[in-house]
């Protein structure tokens, strides 16, 4: 059986999506930018401070789920600009302690023309 994640501490879902989706012992969390939810605006400006809000918004939906940072087994990152891989690589690492599998890919354009994007799986079970 399916469980939706709906949370307030995390961007309302944009499109015809769920936040996240918990399948058994995993949770599958949508993709998150950096939309503060509080207002539904992009208002971080610069790859760190726009990488600070995606992670807050991933812990949003991971607390959501009852989970926390140290249970994600892999994420998927996009970038708009391979250029801002190290910055964005040091605020990913402050979250990201455990080092879940990852990749990292640039794309031509993200939703709503913001810096990154960051998707994870997280594991549930004991």
Known sequence: MLKKVETKKAPAAIGPYSQGIIAGDFLFASGQIPINPATGQIEAQGIEAQTEQVM????????AAGADYSQVVKTSCFLADMGDFGAFNAVYEKYFTEKPARSCVAVRQLPKNVLC????????GA
């Open 117 to 124: 994007e960051v998707e994870v799986i997280a594991y549930l």
């Open 56 to 63: 807050k918004n991933i812990g949003g939906l991971l607390e």
